[in-house]
C-alpha cells in the first residue's frame, strides 16, 4: 500500500482540481437544476478513473450514474453517492460564489462540497490511485451515483427494483461521514427514516384587510393551532401509536455509546450552536441515546402572509408549514404519513390538507459486521487514531431500499469536518481531510481484499 499512498501525495492537486471541476457544476435536485448536466460530468469522472461508467435514465426523476471497476477477487464493495445538492440560499450569506470551489486558508468552498461531492470524488480518487500504483483493484467496486438523495430519493426504489443486479455487493460504503468536533473520525452503521409533509390551511380566496379578522377566517392560525396538538412541552409527540414501534438499542449498542461518550465534549458542541444546553438538558450517554435512538417532529418552515420588512396589515389566505418526523426502528414512513392524517382528523383539522414529500425507512447494520472492522481498521491506519462507531446517524438516507432490504452491511464514512456547514451557507471542506479520504478508501478497499 506504500506505493499507493505515496501516489496519493503525489497527485493530491490533480485530485482537488477534479473536484473543483464537478462542484462548479450546479446540481440543484429542489429546482430541477443541472441534473443531468451533472450525471454526465460525473459519467465522464468516473471514465477518468477507469471505472466503467453508465447513465441510466429514471422514468420522471434524476438519472442514476452506474458504474464498475473489475478486481482481483470475486467480492463487491457498493459506493452509494448522490450528485444533487441542497439550493444555496441565503446567497447574500456566501462570502464567495456557490458553486465557484474558491479555496481559502486550505479549505474549499463550494454548496455540496461536503455533501456529497467530497465523498463522491474521494472514492473515485482511490480507484485511480490503486489502479495506477498497483495495476489493479483487490475486489470490485460499485458504484450508485443518484440525483435526488437531497428530496427524498424519490424514484430510487423503482431503479432499485429495476435494477436490482446492480445493486447486489457484499458490503457497502455510504454516502457521509466527518470528523466532529474533537477531530474524532466518525464512522456511521445506520441511518434514519423520514415522513416530510406538506400541511395546507386554506381561507378566504385571496388575502384581505385585517381589519376583516373579526369575521374572517385567518389560516395561518388555524395551522399554528393544528401544529400544537403534534408536540408537547416534553417533547413527547401526541400522535396516537407515533411511538408503538421504536426499538430500544440493545445492550450491545448501549455499550458501544458509552465507548463513544468519554471522547465527546457535550459542552462545546452546544456552545459551537449558541445553546446554553440541549433540549431537556440530556448529556452524556443519555443525549447520544435520545439523539441516534428516538424520533423526531419538527417544524422545518411555515409560510403565510406577508413577512417582508415593515408592516402590511393582511388577513392571509393561505398558510403552509413544512414538518418532517425522522424514524428509528421499526417505525415505517407509510403508517406514520397515515397516522398523521388520522391525527389532524381526530383533532379537528380534517380540512388542513397533508401532501407527502419524502418517504424513507429506516436502516441499520449490526456492530460487528466485517465490513464495520475493515473501514474502522482502515481508519486506525491512516488517521492514527480510533474511530468513533455509531450505531446510528440522526440523519437521513435510502439506505434502507438500497442496502438494507437486502441485508448488504453499511458503513457510512466521508471526508467533512464539524464545520463543513452542510446544507448551510459557506459550506466547505478541508484539503487535508480530502486527502486522507481519499487514503481511507484506498485502505479500505486494501483491506477488505484481504490485504494486510
Given at each position: 500500500?506504500?506505493?499507493?499512498?505515496?501516489?496519493?501525495?503525489?497527485?493530491?492537486?490533480?485530485?482537488?482540481?477534479?473536484?473543483?471541476?464537478?462542484?462548479?457544476?450546479?446540481?440543484?435536485?429542489?429546482?430541477?437544476?443541472?441534473?443531468?448536466?451533472?450525471?454526465?460530468?460525473?459519467?465522464?469522472?468516473?471514465?477518468?478513473?477507469?471505472?466503467?461508467?453508465?447513465?441510466?435514465?429514471?422514468?420522471?426523476?434524476?438519472?442514476?450514474?452506474?458504474?464498475?471497476?473489475?478486481?482481483?477477487?470475486?467480492?463487491?464493495?457498493?459506493?452509494?453517492?448522490?450528485?444533487?445538492?441542497?439550493?444555496?440560499?441565503?446567497?447574500?450569506?456566501?462570502?464567495?460564489?456557490?458553486?465557484?470551489?474558491?479555496?481559502?486558508?486550505?479549505?474549499?468552498?463550494?454548496?455540496?462540497?461536503?455533501?456529497?461531492?467530497?465523498?463522491?470524488?474521494?472514492?473515485?480518487?482511490?480507484?485511480?490511485?490503486?489502479?495506477?500504483?498497483?495495476?489493479?483493484?483487490?475486489?470490485?467496486?460499485?458504484?450508485?451515483?443518484?440525483?435526488?438523495?437531497?428530496?427524498?430519493?424519490?424514484?430510487?426504489?423503482?431503479?432499485?427494483?429495476?435494477?436490482?443486479?446492480?445493486?447486489?455487493?457484499?458490503?457497502?460504503?455510504?454516502?457521509?461521514?466527518?470528523?466532529?468536533?474533537?477531530?474524532?473520525?466518525?464512522?456511521?452503521?445506520?441511518?434514519?427514516?423520514?415522513?416530510?409533509?406538506?400541511?395546507?390551511?386554506?381561507?378566504?380566496?385571496?388575502?384581505?384587510?385585517?381589519?376583516?379578522?373579526?369575521?374572517?377566517?385567518?389560516?395561518?392560525?388555524?395551522?399554528?393551532?393544528?401544529?400544537?396538538?403534534?408536540?408537547?412541552?416534553?417533547?413527547?409527540?401526541?400522535?396516537?401509536?407515533?411511538?408503538?414501534?421504536?426499538?430500544?438499542?440493545?445492550?450491545?449498542?448501549?455499550?458501544?455509546?458509552?465507548?463513544?461518550?468519554?471522547?465527546?465534549?457535550?459542552?462545546?458542541?452546544?456552545?459551537?450552536?449558541?445553546?446554553?444546553?440541549?433540549?431537556?438538558?440530556?448529556?452524556?450517554?443519555?443525549?447520544?441515546?435520545?439523539?441516534?435512538?428516538?424520533?423526531?417532529?419538527?417544524?422545518?418552515?411555515?409560510?403565510?402572509?406577508?413577512?417582508?420588512?415593515?408592516?402590511?396589515?393582511?388577513?392571509?389566505?393561505?398558510?403552509?408549514?413544512?414538518?418532517?418526523?425522522?424514524?428509528?426502528?421499526?417505525?415505517?414512513?407509510?403508517?406514520?404519513?397515515?397516522?398523521?392524517?388520522?391525527?389532524?382528523?381526530?383533532?379537528?383539522?380534517?380540512?388542513?390538507?397533508?401532501?407527502?414529500?419524502?418517504?424513507?425507512?429506516?436502516?441499520?447494520?449490526?456492530?460487528?459486521?466485517?465490513?464495520?472492522?475493515?473501514?474502522a481498521e482502515g481508519a486506525r491506519r491512516i488517521y492514527?487514531?480510533?474511530?468513533?462507531?455509531?450505531?446510528?446517524?440522526?440523519?437521513?438516507?435510502?439506505?434502507?431500499?438500497?442496502?438494507g432490504e437486502r441485508g448488504i452491511p453499511t458503513v457510512?464514512?466521508?471526508?467533512?469536518?464539524?464545520?463543513?456547514?452542510?446544507?448551510?451557507?459557506?459550506?466547505?471542506?478541508?484539503?487535508?481531510?480530502?486527502?486522507?479520504?481519499?487514503?481511507?478508501?484506498?485502505?479500505?478497499?486494501?483491506?477488505?481484499?484481504?490485504?494486510?
Open positions: 500500500m506504500d506505493r499507493v499512498l505515496q501516489y496519493i501525495d503525489a497527485h493530491q492537486d490533480e485530485y482537488v482540481d477534479v473536484l473543483r471541476r464537478l462542484c462548479r457544476q450546479p446540481s440543484i435536485a429542489a429546482q430541477g437544476i443541472g441534473l443531468s448536466e451533472t450525471a454526465e460530468k460525473v459519467e465522464g469522472l468516473m471514465a477518468e478513473a477507469g471505472v466503467s461508467p453508465r447513465i441510466i435514465p429514471v422514468e420522471g426523476g434524476a438519472p442514476v450514474v452506474y458504474g464498475e471497476m473489475r478486481g482481483k477477487i470475486p467480492r463487491t464493495l457498493l459506493f452509494y453517492n448522490h450528485y444533487d445538492v441542497q439550493p444555496p440560499d441565503p446567497l447574500e450569506e456566501w462570502t464567495s460564489d456557490p458553486f465557484s470551489a474558491d479555496i481559502r486558508d486550505g479549505k474549499i468552498y463550494a454548496r455540496g462540497v461536503a455533501d456529497n461531492k467530497g465523498n463522491l470524488v474521494a472514492r473515485l480518487c482511490a480507484l485511480d490511485a490503486m489502479v495506477h500504483a498497483q495495476g489493479e483493484l483487490p475486489v470490485t467496486a460499485r458504484f450508485i451515483v443518484e440525483g435526488e438523495e437531497e428530496i427524498g430519493s424519490v424514484h430510487l426504489p423503482r431503479f432499485v427494483q429495476e435494477h436490482r443486479d446492480l445493486v447486489a455487493a457484499d458490503a457497502c460504503i455510504w454516502e457521509a461521514g466527518y470528523r466532529d468536533l474533537q477531530e474524532n473520525i466518525v464512522l456511521s452503521l445506520g441511518v434514519k427514516g423520514i415522513c416530510y409533509v406538506e400541511l395546507e390551511a386554506r381561507g378566504a380566496n385571496r388575502d384581505l384587510h385585517s381589519s376583516v379578522a373579526t369575521i374572517v377566517p385567518n389560516p395561518a392560525w388555524r395551522l399554528v393551532w393544528a401544529l400544537s396538538t403534534f408536540k408537547d412541552r416534553n417533547e413527547r409527540v401526541m400522535i396516537a401509536g407515533f411511538y408503538d414501534d421504536v426499538v430500544e438499542p440493545s445492550d450491545d449498542e448501549m455499550d458501544q455509546l458509552r465507548r463513544i461518550a468519554p471522547y465527546r465534549d457535550d459542552g462545546a458542541q452546544h456552545r459551537d450552536y449558541g445553546l446554553d444546553r440541549f433540549l431537556l438538558g440530556v448529556s452524556g450517554i443519555e443525549l447520544l441515546k435520545r439523539n441516534l435512538f428516538q424520533p423526531t417532529c419538527t417544524i422545518c418552515g411555515i409560510t403565510s402572509g406577508y413577512g417582508g420588512p415593515g408592516s402590511k396589515t393582511v388577513l392571509p389566505h393561505r398558510a403552509v408549514a413544512k414538518v418532517d418526523f425522522r424514524l428509528v426502528p421499526n417505525q415505517r414512513s407509510e403508517e406514520i404519513f397515515t397516522k398523521v392524517k388520522a391525527h389532524l382528523a381526530q383533532h379537528g383539522f380534517a380540512d388542513i390538507a397533508v401532501r407527502p414529500l419524502g418517504l424513507e425507512d429506516p436502516a441499520k447494520t449490526p456492530l460487528g459486521a466485517e465490513i464495520t472492522k475493515v473501514v492514527n487514531r480510533e474511530p468513533l462507531i455509531y450505531p446510528s446517524m440522526a440523519g437521513t438516507g435510502p439506505m434502507h431500499v438500497l442496502t457510512g464514512t466521508g471526508v467533512g469536518y464539524a464545520h463543513s456547514n452542510n446544507h448551510a451557507p459557506n459550506e466547505n471542506i478541508r484539503i487535508a481531510d480530502f486527502v486522507d479520504g481519499i487514503k481511507h478508501i484506498a485502505m479500505t478497499l486494501h483491506l477488505y481484499g484481504g490485504g494486510r
